[in-house]
């Protein structure tokens, strides 16, 4: 079965640039999670949806970024501009539904700005 | 503010004996948790997870305890094989809710 899919896997810009980080979950999971990770603060939730509707976006660090989720498989999470401390690994997991479900990872897109 | 903390970021241990891994937690509403295990260049994947209810769970080689007053839980490797070696992430979620995770740590399974 497939995974979660994340593209692209490196991603490196410069400051500045537009940054578009795009997930494809696993079908059936309704739950779907971005989280950034970091050496300092390990991972971070971003923003979830459920039944692509964004639930809890208390973790986006600031209006640079934003997130969708336009259908049951495909997500999105942009960065504009971008920024030398936004790089980071940044991962997307989906589930089933709430509860004691565990996220299914992807694995990940490495973004480097320059 | 961590609200699960991992305050060893690396542990070391001999193939064949058991590796203890630890983590602390802040919020008394946390009712799951969770370990994932992850190798470089991956995702985080799922390891094994236990109920507020519980205070312990086993699957294989793995145990992990649960010590609610201390808000305390430990994962339990043995025997430690050197493809164990990986960081692992201790996750912990308040009701139905997103997980909070800690910071990770590295171990090594020395053959």
């Known amino acids: 079965d497939a995974g979660v899919i994340q593209s692209p896997r490196h991603e490196v810009t410069e400051m500045g640039q537009e940054v578009t980080l795009r997930c494809k979950p696993i079908?059936?999971?309704?739950?779907l999670f971005w989280y950034r990770q970091t050496m300092m603060r390990g991972l971070e939730l971003l923003i979830y949806?459920?039944?692509?509707?964004?639930?809890?976006d208390s973790g986006m660090p600031e209006d640079r970024f934003s997130a969708k989720m336009p259908n049951a498989s495909f997500s999105t999470l942009k960065i504009q501009p971008s920024e030398p401390r936004d790089s980071a690994v940044y991962f997307c997991?989906?589930?089933f539904g709430y509860g004691n479900q565990p996220q299914h990872f992807g694995d990940g897109t490495r973004l480097s700005i320059l | 503010d961590q609200q699960v903390k991992q305050n060893s970021p690396s542990l070391s241990v001999q193939e064949g004996r058991i590796s203890i891994l630890n983590c602390d937690y802040t919020?008394?509403?946390?009712?799951?948790f969770l370990w994932y295990k992850k190798y470089p260049a991956e995702g985080p994947t799922f390891l094994i997870s236990?109920?507020?209810?519980?205070d312990k769970n086993e699957d294989g080689r793995f145990t992990v305890f649960l010590n609610k007053s201390a808000k305390h839980l430990s994962l339990h490797i043995v025997p430690s094989q050197p493809g164990d070696s990986a960081v692992y992430f201790c996750?912990?979620?308040?009701?139905?809710?997103?997980?909070?995770f800690g910071t990770g740590t590295r171990l090594t399974v020395i053959p």
């Open positions: 919020n008394s509403m946390f009712d799951y």
């Open positions: 997991a989906s589930s």
């Open positions: 949806f459920n039944n692509n509707v964004p639930i809890d």
């Open positions: 079908s059936g999971h309704n739950s």
């Open positions: 996750a912990a979620r308040p009701g139905a809710n997103n997980l909070f």
């Open positions: 236990i109920s507020s209810i519980k």
